[in-house]
């Protein structure tokens, strides 16, 4: 895949290519977000449940 397949794709998606690499970074479970008191486990972020 070089620059121009990724600007393609990019494009088919509706994201600049700096989207779609910085998307591509994230956690494609989570996306870095992993719901409260739960712990992404691509990149062991872990997210304080929410005060009650
Ligand atoms: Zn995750």
């Known amino acids: 895949m070089d620059v121009d ?3 393609a794709i ?6 600049t290519p ?4 910085r998307s591509a970074a994230e956690c494609q479970v989570c996306r870095d977000q992993a719901p ?3 712990q992404c486990l ?3 972020t872990f997210t ?5």
């Open 10 to 15: 990019a494009h088919v998606l509706g994201l």
């Open 5 to 7: 397949d990724l600007t």
């Open 36 to 38: 409260p008191g739960f």
């Open 42 to 44: 691509t990149y062991g």
């Open 18 to 21: 700096a989207d779609f690499l």
């Open 48 to 52: 304080p449940a929410a005060a009650p």
